[in-house]
């Protein structure tokens, strides 16, 4: 399988400040990636240094082989680009603003006029077409954002933060539209503080903090390295002291006994064998709590990602 | 084929807007032209002794065209690119695959446009106000299109170095302004004291306007050739500076 996007050992300082640290990350065409971190770890230095607004310090980056710094133009083919920030012509209409994005990108004026009516219908913004963007809410902004970004028919899709502010509904059809574009071989990077996007959407994650990637794997695989999963079972009748002692991070409080491990289904299986091994005992309740890539975030970086949303609404409102 | 395409939207992109704001951009030169051809044709022209052979309103036209040219050529190209780094819109152009020299020769085109129409219409509102026979044309749109590729440069330039609208508005007031208006648009240099005609000589704005009055009624203080050298040589030297720069990145790739 191809690489889409190729980073070597990439660095970016700014006077003092390290913004990247010697990144190093292969994302094979066709994959849905998704880039978490928390505010300020790098995330959006790193984007930039893949479409060419940031200049490393060094080392490289390739999109379908081209080097960005190299051969700017040739990687630039590949990619379209939804920055977390809107950054449109405040002069032009929406289905304007389109058309140009598609001239940009080589389209020839009657395809480019035909494919900005099809994204304005599918992103619902065909009634604000004469509109200027910033007449538009803040979560029509971004899907102009998103919709402008899929003008150049990209074969890598970069979406900086795509669906803050975007309401539900419109979250789940932006979803549905990218797992859809996904499956058509579209390769997805993204980034997001919704840990239930990330989950949904992403085949493997990559966790940056302080410039450099901590952690790469699938939701799955991260989830069983970071997480104990816990089963805590309500029990009718009696229960001896130490009784479960001797199964590994068991522990009773009142009538509920509670077993935390990676593999909880192995785990519940020989709670509940011990407690129905007295005659006259019963389960009364089950609750399983799963790990999540919240949990694997916060073990990482030491803050949630809702801590690191908020951390970076009150720089960007400061 | 997709390069054409991208650098022919790009054209297109600044002509646009240039356009849409006709009444803005195209007008009030026109008008500005109008009131000075009122004032100085009807008014205090017949005051005026005739200069190189002109009357005083045919003198003054080619300097008043030059005058717009510059203005707005300026205009065009300093409004969109500022405009573009302050809505961050530069940043989505830096990340499409253009190249720095199409990107800067869009810039540079859309004033060039805005120079010429300007410019043109100028002179032909002279045409049937004072009678105004154009000597060459095709060194007129020369001049005035080397004049619109200087200053549309020189708007890159300050768009690129400037952090607030006051920065343009300096460049405007402080440097073309007061070069315009001693630059001999009103008047010939053979008119002013020795010290002052050689002074002239290091306006850049002088050459541009003899050049054009030269073009335009045949008459220059200095040899044409000099002035058109002169001309040629600075718009080529900005553009090539625009063009380093965007290749550069300065203030455009972090």
């Known amino acids: 399988m191809p690489t889409a996007i190729q980073i070597t050992d990439l660095h970016k300082r700014y006077g003092a400040t390290a913004a990247l640290q010697g990144i190093a990350l292969e994302v094979p065409a066709g994959q849905f990636f998704g880039l978490l971190g928390p505010n300020g770890a790098g995330k959006t230095t790193l984007i930039s240094a893949i479409v060419g607004l940031v200049r490393p310090s060094a080392g490289e980056v390739r999109v379908f082989g081209h080097s960005v710094t190299e051969e700017p133009r040739a990687a630039k083919r590949f990619i379209g680009f939804s920055p977390q920030e809107i950054n449109t012509d405040r002069f032009f209409n929406l289905r304007r603003t389109l058309e140009f994005q598609g001239g940009f990108h080589g389209l020839p004026r009657r395809e480019a006029k035909r494919l900005a009516g099809e994204l304005l219908e599918q992103f619902g913004l065909a009634e604000k077409a004469k509109l200027q963007f910033y007449k538009l809410s803040g979560g029509m902004q971004k899907r102009l954002m998103v919709a402008r970004a899929l003008m150049s028919r990209p074969k890598l899709l970069i979406l900086d933060e795509p669906t803050a502010g975007v309401d539900v509904e419109q979250r789940h059809e932006l979803w549905k539209y990218l797992r859809d574009l996904n499956k058509n071989g579209t390769t997805i990077l993204l980034t997001t503080h919704y840990i239930d996007e990330a989950e949904a959407l992403c085949e493997r994650i990559g966790i940056i903090d302080h410039g450099r990637i901590i952690e790469l794997g699938t939701p799955k695989d991260l989830i069983e390295k970071y997480c104990d999963s816990e089963v805590e079972i309500a029990v009718e009748g009696e229960m001896a002291p130490g009784e479960f002692a001797d199964l590994p991070g068991t522990s009773v409080a009142g009538n509920r006994v509670r077993s935390q491990a990676k593999r909880i289904g192995v785990a519940a299986e020989a709670l509940l064998a011990r407690i129905l091994s007295k005659p006259g005992r019963r389960v009364a309740d089950i609750n399983v709590k799963k790990g999540d890539l919240e949990e694997v975030f916060l073990r990482l970086t030491g803050k949630t990602l809702r801590e690191s949303e908020e951390a970076q609404n009150g720089g960007a409102a400061a | ?254």
């Open chain 2, 1 to 254: 084929m997709k390069s054409r395409i991208a650098f022919a939207t790009l054209i297109l992109r600044e002509c646009y807007r240039f356009a849409r704001l006709s009444g803005q951009t195209i007008a009030p030169p026109i008008v500005s032209t109008l009131l000075f051809i009122l004032i100085f044709g009807y008014s205090l022209g017949s005051r005026i002794k005739q200069i190189g052979g002109f009357d005083y309103v045919l003198f003054i036209l080619p300097g008043l065209a030059a005058m717009g040219v510059i203005n707005n050529a300026y205009a065009n190209s300093s409004t969109s690119l500022f405009m573009a780094r302050m809505d961050r819109s530069i940043e989505n152009m830096v990340a499409c695959p253009l190249s720095p020299l199409q990107l800067v020769s869009a810039f540079v085109i859309g004033g060039l446009m805005r120079g010429l129409v300007v410019g043109l219409l100028t002179l032909a509102v002279g045409i049937p106000t004072v009678g105004l026979e154009v000597h060459h044309w095709p060194h007129t749109v020369l001049v005035i299109g080397l004049s619109s590729v200087l200053f549309s440069s020189l708007g890159i330039l300050s768009a690129l170095w400037a952090e607030g609208w006051d920065q343009i508005a300096t460049f405007t007031t402080f440097f073309i302004t007061p070069f315009i208006y001693l630059g001999g648009v009103f008047y010939s240099i053979h008119m002013l004291p020795a010290f002052w005609q050689k002074a002239s000589l290091f306006n850049p704005i002088f050459y541009l306007v003899d050049a054009t009055r030269w073009a335009v009624l045949g008459h220059s203080d200095i040899p044409y050739w000099y002035s058109l050298a002169f001309l040629a040589g600075t718009a080529l030297s900005s553009y090539g500076l625009c063009v380093y720069l965007f290749k550069k990145g300065y203030k455009l790739v972090r």
